[in-house]
């Protein structure tokens, strides 16, 4: 999963908020277009984006199509996180 993917899915507050709906269980498409004033297109523009970053994953089942998280992403990226944002570590050297 390159950063880059990553970052612009997480950049955009509609994506967050279809995340947030997530955390709670997998949801068909329908579910969580209720919760956007938004267009089925447009929503559907932030899902392809949310899976080119691998964020979630989707199962058809008949003719809907579910969403679920994928954690191992999100841990990955909180990691990532994590790690920019350590203070950098004092070493000394010693020149005795």
């Not at 994590?82 to 000394?92: F, G, Q």
Request: without cysteine; aromatic residues 4%; charged residues 25%.
């Amino acid at each position: 999963m390159p950063a880059q993917h990553l970052f612009k899915a997480l950049a955009d507050p509609t994506r967050r908020e279809i995340l947030r709906l997530l955390r709670d269980g997998s949801l068909p498409a329908g579910d969580i277009a209720e919760h956007f004033p938004i267009t089925r297109a447009s929503l559907s523009h932030h899902f392809n984006l949310l899976k080119q970053a691998e964020l979630v994953r989707t199962e058809r089942r008949g003719q809907h199509i579910v969403y679920s998280l994928n954690t191992s992403v999100l841990e990955d990226a909180a990691g990532l996180l994590m790690e920019l944002l350590r203070p950098k570590s004092t070493e000394t050297t010693d020149e005795s």
